[in-house]
């Protein structure tokens, strides 16, 4: 069986239903005129399911998360059924926020206007001078605008739509691919959020494809531009790609490339990782190609003793291989055998050449495991979960991978903008940012 044979990959992640695309042209104003902002706000994000929380953050009755989202904002409550459900944040007095705070627990919100008090169900108990409004009594009668509520993978998805589908039909494939990971056991270990100065669609464009991996995360010890230090074989040739009905994408890039220096010995983060599996990284130089299936069958033979409980559900490639998935309309995730790129773009409330982009890491979360965990960023101790970060681009690093993207997200957010761009000329692998951009022109329709 040949490395590179794509047909073996396909066996064994069977392709998805990869539907024609229409060859919708993908100008510039879509991502810096206000007018193609409103469209979007007004027909496709009051539709869709937007993965906005973590049922882990809010464990007791009363714990909340409050999500901005573009002009909205919105609060995820733990009831005292142990169920979460979600409101705007806003009071139905007249209109104020009822807090800013992201994370917290209450036994009833405040409106800190008029005093207003919600119970964490939504109902209101009391209001100062109740006798006093002519329509009755607000009290037990107005209620918080509630909105659709689901949990999947440990993540809470809320969905504007009050008739919209489940969120296991809205997901399709993707549910089955992440069931077997027991993702809802991950801990988080990053969590960065960023205002970029970009429309959020570039982010997801860019996570969309994998042309650009040569050029702007080639590292230069590389020994071809096709391979990635962790051992990743990025030709496109031998990358299988997939669009679902569903508008979702996903990608397969093979591991065991061989990330080698010139002399054939192996490099880190592989060199690290072969070593953390008690094998002998040396063994291996000048046969990087090799480390893939060694690296399977040391995880297949030893990770249910350190606690790794989800590999018995994976299949060979999982255990190695980097599977990278686009839900429609802003989530994007590298998912590894044992990390979570959880990778989010939010519009901004008004500007279309703003966004807020979330670059967080969730790791698997093995009982006996004391081994340092991989993170975009660098490496964490492990148990040492993370607390949100806000902050400006540029303030703080991304990690070298996602500061390399943020700073095209830029370069691309300058250049379309200009009368001298007409279209994007895309290349088959770019395929699925066209899906992208065709899904959303189906909520306009
Ligand atoms: S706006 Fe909330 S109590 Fe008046
Ligand atoms: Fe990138």
Known sequence: MSITDLEWYKSNSPSWKNPDLKGLDVDGSRYHSKEFMDKEWNHMWPKVWLLMGREDEIPNPGDYQMEEFGRESFLMIRQNDNKIRSFYNVCQ????????????????????????????????????????????????????????????????????????????????????????????????????????????????????????????????????????????????????????????????MRAGYGSMQKDGKLEDPLYSVMQEWDMNPDDYTGKGIETREAIQKAKRDNGPERGYTHYKNLRDEQLTDAFHYTLFPNFAVSLWADGFHFLRAKPHPTNPEKCVFDNWWYSSNPDKESAPVRTTVGISKRGEYADRDFFELGEKSLGQTIDQDTAVFILQQHGLRSRGFNRAYFAGQEKRIRRFHEMIESYFE
Not at 153 to 170: C, V
């Open 93 to 252: 007095h007249r209109g104020a926020r009822l807090t800013f705070n992201d994370l917290g627990s209450a036994e009833t919100f405040k409106c800190p206007y008029h005093g207003w008090q919600w119970r964490i169900d939504g109902e209101l108990i009391e209001a100062q001078d109740a006798e006093d409004f002519p329509e009755g009594n607000p009290c037990g009668k107005l209620k918080l605008e509630e909105v659709k509520t689901e949990t999947f993978a440990g993540f809470i998805w809320i969905n504007m739509d009050k008739n919209a589908s489940s969120l296991k039909d809205w997901l399709g494939p993707v549910w089955d691919d992440w069931e077997a990971y027991e993702i809802h056991k991950w801990k988080r270990y990053v969590a960065q959020t960023v205002n970029v100065p970009c429309n959020w669609k570039i982010i997801l464009d860019n996570f969309n494809e994998s042309y650009h991996l040569p050029t702007v995360h080639a590292p230069e010890r590389a020994v071809t531009k096709r391979r990635m230090p962790s051992g990743v074989d990025t030709s496109y040739r031998s990358t299988q790609f997939d669009l679902s009905d569903e508008g979702h994408n996903r990608m397969i």
